[in-house]
């Protein structure tokens, strides 16, 4: 990246409305036109994929989109989708047949291996059964066109899944079997809580998603817990994460001060510029002589300098400070929840088995439910899982939010600060430094060398 012209990522705006395939191609377009904005060490995968340090991790993420973008449940779901992933595919081979991927036939027309495998297996044979007749009866399922509304996103659903219940019965009793339909796919509970959460209308999390995309992802979930199930609102989901959420995460984080402490450097910049604009003026309309229009060269480059950083985020008080940053108003510590305070989780039992669902999804909610302030960030550093599923991401009732509106201005000017841990951040801030010196430099130099070759006046 030139030490020249290098800027931070540029903002992106976020979409209007429910996401579509259409808007988020435009995302990608803006991606692919500032992708040389973003250092390859702060990519998307390296963020999710707990590659990069404070200010830059994926809790600084998770923390930016709860409180500065206020669409967290994206982010949420994409990880929890993306660790569900993981755990289904962990899953062996006859748990996974009893959740075949979304249509039971590939692109070539030749049947799924899984479907395969559950033609094999005797003790699976009326599985596929079920699960063929379940795939007719859904294609006869009509999905809304866009726009169209309905009385409830549940109405079909509650109609099919009473037909399918049928159907399963008779066939699971003409073969012996005694266990229900859906719930012996495996993670079907933790399905149901997914959909609760993040694709029930008035959900806690309520994902942005039209009314199609959602019913057709309800109506793939009726049949399947298959990660596939997802794929058509994961790709949406993603492509807005990565287009538009995670560049404005990076423009955010490249900042190591607060508002107070952006407008008060910016203010003695532009103060500092003004000063030197003056003086040289004062000295070139009077008799002085020519060489003393050198002395406010100083306060030209000071002040340019701090105005140039401070438009790219940067307070150079902090910076010279070591690389500091500081404290976030959720980041500080509570006198009530001190560091050494054990999270609700500890208080809890684990599960002892990752097969154990119920003691999961129960685990989460009374984590979530117990959790605020520093506590619950702390809980959700050691336990990501916690950030799944809970409440909504509503932050107004947490103790941080009362004790910062009673902050003074000046307190607020001087929080307290933290050392910046990435290393590659370090270098962003290195280089946007250099940058403003260098650009700060030449400008000054520019502009006292204006008021240099005008004449001596001598008006004064």
Request: hydrophobic share 35%; glycine share 4%; charged share 20%.
């Amino acid at each position: 990246m030139s030490i020249l012209f290098y800027k931070r990522p540029s903002y992106v705006e976020p979409l209007k409305g429910p996401l579509r395939k259409n808007e988020c191609q435009k995302l990608v377009e803006k991606l692919y036109s500032g992708r040389s904005s973003i250092p390859e060490q702060f990519s998307f995968d390296n963020v999710v994929n707990h590659k990069t340090q404070p200010p830059c991790s994926l809790q600084d993420f998770m923390d930016y989109s709860v409180y500065i973008a206020h669409d967290a449940e994206n982010l949420q779901f994409f990880l929890w989708l993306k660790d569900y992933t993981k755990r289904f595919h962990a899953l062996k081979k006859e748990e996974q047949a009893l959740s075949p991927k979304r249509g039971l036939m590939d692109a070539n027309g030749k049947q799924d291996s899984q479907i395969s495998l559950m033609k094999k297996t005797p003790a699976l044979k009326s599985s596929y059964a079920f699960l063929t007749m379940s795939s007719e009866f859904a294609g006869s399922i009509q999905v809304p066109p866009e726009g169209r509304h309905a009385d409830s996103i549940f109405t079909s659903s509650t109609a099919s899944k009473s037909t399918l219940n049928e159907v399963a019965e008779n066939t699971l009793t003409q073969a012996g079997l005694t266990w229900q339909p859906f719930t012996v796919q495996p993670f079907r509970e933790e399905i149901s809580m997914v959909i609760s959460h993040y694709l029930a209308q008035s959900a806690p999390r309520e994902l942005n998603l039209s009314h199609r995309d959602r019913t057709a992802v309800l109506h793939a979930l009726q049949h399947t817990t298959h990660p596939s199930a997802f794929e058509s609102i994961s790709t949406i989901i993603e492509t807005v994460l990565r287009g538009q959420s995670h560049p404005n995460f990076i423009r955010w984080s490249i900042c190591n001060g607060n508002k107070p402490n952006t407008i008060f450097v910016r203010s003695v910049g532009v103060l500092n510029s003004v000063l030197g604009v003056l003086l040289e003026v004062f000295l070139t309309v009077s008799r002085k002589h020519r060489g003393l229009r050198l002395i406010p060269l100083l306060l030209l480059f000071i002040g340019l300098t701090c105005t140039i950083a401070s438009y790219k985020g940067l307070c150079l008080v902090l910076y010279s400070k070591g690389h500091m940053r500081r404290l976030r108003p959720w980041e500080e510590v509570d006198p009530a929840f001190p560091p050494s305070m054990p999270t609700s989780l500890q208080m809890l039992t684990t599960r002892n088995n990752n097969s154990d669902e119920e003691a999961t999804v129960a685990t989460t909610i009374h984590r979530s439910r117990n959790c605020s302030g520093l506590n619950r960030r702390q809980s959700s550093i050691a336990h990501p899982h916690e950030a799944y599923f809970g409440f909504g991401n509503e932050y107004a009732d947490e103790e941080w939010v009362k004790r910062y509106k009673k902050k003074s201005l000046l307190k607020k000017l001087f929080d307290d600060y933290t050392w910046i841990q990435d290393p590659g951040m370090r270098d962003v801030q290195n280089r946007i430094v250099r940058q403003s010196l260098l650009w700060g430099g030449i400008w000054a130099i520019v502009t006292m060398a204006g008021f240099v070759m005008l004449p001596v006046w001598g008006v004064i």
